[in-house]
């Protein structure tokens, strides 16, 4: 895996980094699914919807240019809603034909309340983090994960692992680098 400096979203802008590319669908791909559902999309449809919405960003990205002062969530969250537009406008479309009918019946995503900056990022850095557990030893990442989120002493991880201290905070530094490597240029500002 590529752990240099650069984001995610540049290494993605070459459609043939299929690493970089199942890293970005398993990033978003919960987060993408959970707004099909919040359109109103039943779970089968937000499935396919999540598909069409990678389809567009694969077709966009290789002349995406993000800006750093942006935010790729709202840019994420128009093609997803765009993507759920033209979905419900098929479905209705096609259901309007079955019945030999009114193809008026309006198609509104826009109400739907999207995740806070704050649930977007919640959810991207657990994603992230699952993401990358096995790319550590196994005690690496169990040192980290009691020292930071279990809020655990470095000395009583160290003990409980059989490591020193110094090998906890090693540790903690390791992937606390590698998460903001991995999400660099992706988490916003509350």
């Not at 499935?47 to 290789?62: E, G, N, S, T, Y």
């Not at 997803?80 to 309007?96: I, M, S």
């Not at 096995?134 to 169990?142: D, G, Q, R």
Request: net charge neutral; charged share 25%.
């Amino acid at each position: 895996m590529d752990s240099t400096s650069v984001s995610l979203l540049q290494r993605i802008r070459r459609p043939d980094d299929d690493a970089s590319w199942q890293r970005f669908v398993n990033l978003y791909t919960p987060m993408i699914y959970r707004w099909g559902c919040d359109i109103g999309l039943p779970r089968t449809d937000a499935a396919d919807m999540v598909q069409d919405v990678f389809l567009k960003i694969l077709q966009a990205m290789p002349t995406f240019k993000y800006e750093m002062t942006g935010s790729f969530r709202a840019w994420l969250k128009t093609v997803t809603v765009n993507c759920g537009r033209d979905f419900l406008r098929r479905r209705v479309t096609r259901e309007a034909s079955l019945r030999h009918g009114n193809t008026a019946t309006a198609v509104a995503v826009d109400h739907v309340e999207f995740i806070s900056t704050g649930e977007y990022n919640d959810l991207l850095i657990r994603r992230a983090l699952h993401c990358m557990q096995s790319e550590f030893e196994p005690t690496t990442w169990k040192a980290c994960w009691q020292f930071v989120v279990e809020d655990r002493s470095a000395a009583d991880v160290a003990e409980s692992l059989g490591i020193t201290p110094n090998a906890v905070y090693l540790a903690k530094s390791r992937v606390l680098r590698r998460l903001r490597s991995e999400l660099s240029g992706l988490i916003e500002d509350n």
